[in-house]
């Protein structure tokens, strides 16, 4: 079975999704997440079960205690704040000897910036202090352009390595508006570097048999693409002031299952907004691409669970593996995180 990573900041919802005064249950790293939004306009991240009588805490709504915002529980009416500590038991009368703030249910330190809401995971459930910085993506726009997303029947491991793998795309992603058949396979020859928590292929100009970029772009067109432990991976695309930056999240919802979010943002291209009709479907079509490849897969997981991954175009799925385990080591042993990985060159026909 998979191991879940903790101690780490995970993608949980779109800002939009999010509305004031609303909340919804959302399953996140096998447990049951209340994402909500309170009247303040502040989000908020709950263990999705009731202390009480483990009735699911989004079932209820949203009440003002005492000035603060606490979600109702619909089978007994205790109410909890944002911060997990209930702030009232209805039932109680004088002298019973229970005191509601000294129960608790787990909550999330909330990240929200650029229309996205990440919540950090800790291994200690009871985690309470300050949480890590949450990662810094170098997004520079204030809300997404579009939002796609799409659940995977596949284990976080292989999600992210079918994610990566630069050798399904003339196969798995051939369309003609993106890269036809005809554009034929071609040698790829990338360097990538480490960096924070993952590594880079840092800028360069983009395949020239990947079509779409340059028709959008011009001829000065520059990519970008870094991951980032626990499932974040971003492409920036860049050309004179036009920016174009597509972050895809991933988080495992159970041992089986993940959900991908594909953000997209862009700014100096207004125009861009026009063609949205277009790159939505676009969008999904790519992730659905992906999507039925693993269900395939899974046609062949159930009997073999084995996998002959070969150099070079395994090797980012090798290099997420030894991440993954120096991230665990590092929790276990109680010492900083180091990146294992070296600078590369590698190369591929696709
Ligand atoms: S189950 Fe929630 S208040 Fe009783
Ligand atoms: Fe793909």
Known sequence: MTEFLKDLWYFAATSAELKRGGMFRREILGEPVLMGRGADGRAFALRDICPHRAVPLSAGRQVETDGRVTVECPYHGW????????RLIPSLVEGQPYEADRIRVRSFPVHEAHGIVLIYFSADARFSGAPPPAPDFGLTFDTPGFVVDRVFE??????????MDPAHVPFVHSQWWWRPPSAGRKLKEKRFEPREKGWAMPRHPPPSNSLA??????PDVTTEIVFMLPGFRWEVVESGAKRFFT???LTPETAERTR???????????????????LIPAAREFLDQDGRMVDLQNTGLKYQPSMLWIDDIDVQAKWY??????????????????NPLEPAVLKWMS
């Open 154 to 163: 596949a284990n976080i491991d292989n999600a992210v390595v079918g994610l």
């Open 247 to 249: 972050l895809t999240c």
């Open 213 to 218: 970029y340059r028709w959008v772009f011009g």
């Open 321 to 338: 593996l030894k991440l993954k385990r120096e991230w665990a080591a590092s929790r276990a042993e109680g010492r900083a995180f180091v």
């Open 260 to 278: 991908i979010t594909q953000v997209t943002y862009w700014s100096g291209a207004p125009w861009l907004a026009l063609l949205k009709p277009v």
């Open 79 to 86: 109410r909890f704040s944002g911060d997990g500590v209930c």
